[in-house]
């Protein structure tokens, strides 16, 4: 039984039920399927607004502690069955500059798949001072050769930025920074072993398996359900190394529960050589709630590689990303990948460390934050009042930056294909990212608005009911 | 026999004579052991000054073509036999930012060995205005992201830059920059195959084999002499890619004749996947005579990819290189590699795009010989007038950045090196760069003074004199 007590040294009152729930649960003292006091039963006993508590659970919920059921009320969860991959609920969610960056083609008028940042929320003057800074006063770092892990004060600003916002406690000595997430796949490839075997997510992000295949790595495609990664399947693929987005999974949005992150880590504590690599990618687009915490954060003994990228958050032109290696492998990292040179030049590590050090990347994230839920809601009406309302249904949940769009019409896949070719419309179906495309739900596109205008999606809305 | 013509629409007086030359050869009419007219007489006939003759003379002898032999005159080279291994007349010459770059020890109070470039011949200010003009005139440029290759203008600067100075005639479509060198190694890897053996050049630059080895390369090392990497050891050691620096082999300065390099060539065109990377890190440092014609240029079947890096040559802090692919590796690249993002931010791209347009990188490169040919006068003397002048010597060549001094002594090497330790002074042994460092000639270091003070360089000449 949970009796929630309040401890302001633990953060508002929001967090202070929330952590009060998990410490109770940590010790067992709520089992699956007890039920939790009613939200209005709990704020009035602690004499704090409904809406506090509603928050505090909706992050429960959201982290797979709890499940809410519809007039019944709130109730552990029963942490161990996976739920199967249901459209709609689980699919959709955050990605931004993911898969087709970057990519344009002039026979598309209308992009309705592209991942781009949109540029008009890039405080361009900001960095541009904060460059003009660097070079005026940092003259002699400029020309001092940055460490094979990257500037202290890069790794000092990231360090502090990971507390702060993701609750992790990283020493600045675990932080490597590379041009790019890409970059760090390849050398999490060569420090985790050349000979492993390396799992991936089904559905996924494509690129990934194209790094480690490119390199030479045995590649598992592992199922993924509305959980994440399943653990059965990770076991029986045989797989050393497991890559996953356990915060974000792309493309389903999935989150990845508390539970299952404990099975993953029971999985990797299970043999001496397996290791997890956590690509938190997209964890700063989440709308509401606080940031779930990552696997490195409750990874007792150094199984987790963290890795994010400023690429992604910032802005896709500035190729700078990070890896967080645990304490397990800071030795092994000095005596086979130190003899590397840094691949960033120490201009933009130390530009971007006090981009990060003065607030302005935390300000910028809550900036997009804003401006991305604002086009979402337009985005969402264009649809509504478009000819194409009663011929769709889309999918959304609170955090990311696409929904899926399902077209309901009986034209085959195939030439609903052409159609929008020749009608310059661009949008990518779901099942792109499955290894098993039948997989997939049929007929059901990915949607991503992080650079699309609303006005645009309007008419390709109208373009799109005609071709059906 | 040659009959010099000139040819006005070939270039200056000095290249026509030196093309003149080379089209007899091509065309064989100057055979091995044929005697040239001496450089007075040719003058006279031509009516050009001696001087003239004797800068297209010294092209030929650095190319391998001629050989001067003292009081007798001017020889077509015996191409085809290897020069024994002379350490005086081979070892020595260009190298710079390579190896133990950026490494500092608070232990190490004068380093005779730093590869640094000295951070007072880069151009600040004028990299500086660049940076903020980029910043305040390419906004919309900065927020595009780059191809995959890289920025069109950056191509273009680079393969108009290689032309004039490099005579290279190059598609901006061939060119692929990346975050380093180390990084286009591991791209050469992926891109030329990860089943193939690697051969690298011993003795040669340490870092290359290190990144090929932690990708999983299969590597063989093959003896370099003073002509460059020794074919007959390229053809046994069963390798399909060479990779080497024709140039400026590191440590040694070997400038690969042209013979050899054709010799090169030739194992290359005996089988399909034979590949050779000509990594020309350093062409920029020569200190007379014209740059040698590179590999690439003389590359009639597309077996070259050509690299070379700014990391080197404008600074360590800036992270770009490029590789220069030939046209049998474009549809390769695209379909391999091209889902790569590119690895350095479009901002540092354009600037140096910039950099090179406008003539600053050539006019650096020229501040840069000037500053070391008189820091090289300096060191010289004042080796001279300290007390270790009569306990070594000094082996240099008009190119490149280091001396080998080989110490007279009969301390052994072990606790000589334990004794520069105890004085504060790092000198690295060329036997360090040796897979069989029992091959190396005893008692002689790498000297290195592109970031070495003249007076420093006394203190530490005469500390040495007292150990011996």
Redesign the interface.
Known sequence: MWICELKPELGGLRDQIYTSFKEAYAAGRMKTGERLPSKRALAARLGVSAITVEGAYAQLISEGYVVARPKRGYFVADVFVGAPFVVGSALSSGLKGRYD??KSDERVEIDLSSG?AD?KT?P?ATW?RI??ET??TR?RE??????SKGVAPLRAAIAEHLARFRGMSVDPEQIVVG??S??LY?LAF?LLG?DKRYALENPGYP?IG??YG???AELSFVDSDSRGMRVVGLAESGANVAHLSPTNQYPTGAVMPISRRYELLAWASDAAERWIVEDDYDSEFRFSGRPIPTLQSVDALGKVVYMNTF?QSI??????GYAVLPETLLDRFDE??S??????????QHALAEFVRRGCFERLLNKRRLHYARVRTAIVENLKSSALADRCELFERDSGLHFLLKLHTSTPDAELARRMTDAKIRLTPVANFYRDPERAEPKTYLLRYSNLDPEKARIAFDRIARLL
Do not use: D
């Open positions: 960056q970057g781009m540029p890039f361009f541009a460059l003009r070079i005026t003259e400029l020309m001092t050769p940055s460490p041009a790019g890409e970059y390849g060569q050349r690129k194209q790094v490119s390199l030479g690429s802005s896709s032109t500035i190729r700078i086979r990948l003899f590397y040179s840094n691949t960033v030049s120490t201009f933009e």
